[in-house]
């Protein structure tokens, strides 16, 4: 059983950066894959980025080139440095973990792999 909480959400200005973390009370490394996503009042919560057991990485096209996910076994933290911030990328973010063991990218990048769940931290992008 994993429990996940968010931290580093915040307000800030479009163009600025922004670094999320997500702690884990249980052993994060045995997850098959970790992710971000973010949700909108008005939209379906989607992925932002994704993270496999032993590596490789993914992002949703809106991200790439801006996110960087990270995970720090040793500290069990899930990390997503946000860069050149946009409005769009305003809403709650959620860092998510899936069950124990392996799973290919195509699987770890639909929400159904996740199980846990943390509260979420708002993020808002100001123009």
């Known amino acids: 059983q994993l429990q996940l909480v968010e931290s580093g959400g915040g307000s800030v200005q479009d163009g600025d950066s922004l670094t999320l973390s997500c702690t884990a009370s249980?052993?994060?490394?045995?997850?098959?894959?970790m992710g971000w996503f973010r949700q909108t009042p008005d939209k379906e919560r989607e992925g932002v980025a994704y993270?496999?057991?032993?590596?490789?990485?993914n992002y949703a096209d809106s991200v790439k080139g801006r996110f960087t996910i990270s995970l720090d076994s040793a500290k069990n933290t899930l990390s997503l440095q946000m860069r050149q911030m946009k409005p769009e990328d305003t809403g709650v973010y959620y860092c998510?973990?899936?069950?124990?063991?392996?799973?290919?990218?195509?699987?770890?990048?639909?929400?159904?792999?996740?199980?846990?769940w943390g509260q979420g931290t708002q993020v808002t992008v100001s123009s």
């Open positions: 998510a973990a899936s069950s124990a063991g392996m799973a290919s990218m195509t699987e770890c990048s639909t929400i159904r792999m996740y199980r846990y």
């Open positions: 249980g052993t994060i490394g045995s997850a098959a894959c």
């Open positions: 993270i496999l057991r032993y590596g490789g990485t």
